[in-house]
């Protein structure tokens, strides 16, 4: 479902992934770990395409970077969930709105809109925030906010890069129950995190990038080991 | 597309972000007021140098033997060129009448005879009361059979021709000037406030929307701010020019034509002013990379 091969980034003439190669099955949870500037962003924006590489091909949820056009990107996205350690909120608008313009992009009906996003807010529990601005909620109701929005379009898989950066222990481990809980849905995730805490708490597959090369550190451990490939 | 969205989004500016809102409309207003009253004064110039060439006509003196059939033959030919609008005959009665008027005495009087010839006055049609053309026409008159002499203004007409185009040289340079500021001053304001949305834009892209998705609401939003501007502006010059009419107790619309489609064309001025600039601006931004 998400395949790198041979894939090469490189940013003003210095490599950042060199020849990475990796793949995740349907249903997968993946942490992708290593140092600040370790290429974990690009390896993220390789796969929501925002970045496309040098050399290689990444395919990702029946789309290939090397064939991809400019006007199928969104449609792309629109399979994905990306969520981000800042949130990305659409700020000009209330909580609702934010989880509705998911379903307003792919021209869904307005009662189908207001069925799935209250049912969306239900599940990260803020139905009685639905009306709040972005900025009237702590940071883990806005992470939960992103999460309800970035599963709304029911996504193959979801690209969390830092979920948990600018929340607290508390908050980041409602984060992560959340999160385990999609992954028990079927909704495969790729977290890139430094938080070591987490990753011994919520065992699962384990990728370093190191160097620009990406090396499997962990193939499967805990409970996430039935979908490992 | 969903329209619904679409016209909600475009009109939430005026509850999400009032103050650039306010700031483009008060931009496109400015700057169509200034261009308005650039061109309301260009077209009261114009009608001044118009006023000064509808004084000039020719005067083509006769001969004191002219017999009545060749005036009539006389009067034919010239009627025939091309460029003249109206022959009116002055008699050498009429002629002396005139100058009597003119000095206080009578000619005939003072030299016992009346020695001023009878003439024909020559009016000439829009658009042939320049140098050019008025010059073009004294000399096919001037050998017409039966004329003795000609006379007009040519001085005044070369005078109008040359200062006529330099200020119309003048005025063509202020008005794209004071455009294209136009232009750039409400392109920038709305790149002002679509730049404070960048991070909204970037978002929207990340969550699967296509650029003419996130472009069609600001494109209505700069539409709907430029008709804004436009309006006022239409409504501020209306007002303006009763209240002077009302003051100045004259006609002033006589002078300074503002035609009721003259306000269409601000209005209209204005909506392409706020859609252009809102196209320039989303441009710039809707291309930028979502991770910045």
Redesign the interface.
């Known amino acids: 479902m998400i395949e790198l091969r041979n894939v090469s980034v490189s940013f003003d003439d210095q490599r950042v992934l060199d020849g990475v190669t990796f793949s995740l099955k349907r249903g997968e949870f993946v942490y992708l770990v290593g140092q600040t500037g370790a290429g974990k962003?690009s390896l993220m924006?390789l796969l929501?395409m925002?970045?496309m590489p040098e050399n290689g091909d990444v395919r990702i949820a029946g789309y290939e970077s090397r064939s991809i056009t400019n006007?199928q990107i969104?449609?792309?996205?629109?399979r994905i969930g990306?969520v981000f350690q800042d949130f990305?909120?659409?700020?000009?608008?209330s909580v609702y709105d934010n989880i509705a313009?998911?379903l307003?992009?792919?021209?869904t009906s307005?009662s189908d809109i207001k069925k799935k996003v209250l049912h969306a807010l239900a599940d990260v529990g803020l139905s009685h925030k639905r009306n709040h601005m972005p900025h009237e909620l702590s940071g883990g109701e806005q992470q939960r906010v992103v999460i309800a929005?970035a599963l709304i379009?029911e996504p193959v898989v979801l690209l969390a890069d830092e979920p948990t950066g600018n929340l607290d222990p508390t908050s980041s481990a409602e984060i992560m129950d959340i999160l385990t809980k999609i992954n028990m849905r079927g909704t495969a995730i790729v977290m890139a995190t430094h938080n070591y805490e987490l990753v011994k708490r919520y065992p699962a597959r384990i990728v370093q990038l190191k160097d620009g090369k990406l090396i499997e550190v962990d193939k499967a451990p805990g409970r996430v080991a039935r979908s490992s490939p | 597309m969903q329209i619904r969205y679409i016209l909600k989004e475009g009109f939430s500016g005026f509850d999400r972000a009032k103050l650039s809102m306010f700031a483009s409309v008060f931009t496109v207003t400015a700057s169509l007021l200034l261009l308005s009253l650039f061109s309301i004064l260009l077209i009261n110039a114009n009608s001044v140098v118009e006023s000064l060439r509808q004084k000039v006509e020719m005067e083509a003196f006769l001969d004191d033997q002219i017999t009545a059939g060749q005036l009539a033959d006389t009067r034919a030919r010239i009627e025939g060129l091309e460029g003249v609008r109206e022959v009116r005959y002055v008699s050498k009665e009429e002629a002396a009448a005139i100058f009597k008027e003119e000095f206080g005495e009578d000619i005939n009087t003072v030299l016992n005879f009346n020695p001023l010839p009878a003439s024909f006055k020559i009016a000439l049609k829009d658009g042939y009361r320049t140098s050019v053309k008025a010059a073009m026409i004294y000399n096919e008159v001037k050998a017409i059979k039966g004329v003795d002499d000609i006379i007009y203004r040519k001085q005044l007409l070369e005078m109008i021709d040359h200062r006529a185009m330099m200020f119309l040289w003048v005025a063509f340079g202020i008005g794209v000037f004071i455009m294209l500021s136009s232009i750039v001053l409400v392109a920038n304001t709305i790149r002002l406030a679509i730049y404070a949305k960048r991070k909204i834009i970037q978002t929207m892209k990340l969550i699967g929307a296509t650029r003419g998705f996130i472009r069609t609401p600001f494109l209505l939003e700069g539409f709907i701010q430029g008709l804004l501007g436009g309006l006022i502006a239409a409504g501020i010059i209306f007002a303006v020019f009763r209240l002077l009419e009302g003051w100045l107790s004259m006609q002033l619309s006589d002078f300074v034509r503002v035609q009721p489609w003259w306000y269409a064309v601000i209005v209209g001025t204005g909506s392409v002013l706020g859609l252009l600039g809102s196209m320039i601006s989303i441009r710039r931004f809707i291309g930028e990379s979502v991770a910045n």
């Open positions: 962003s924006r929501y925002d970045l006007r969104p449609h792309l996205r629109r990306v990305r909120l659409l700020e000009d608008r313009f998911a307003y992009v792919t021209n307005r929005r379009n």
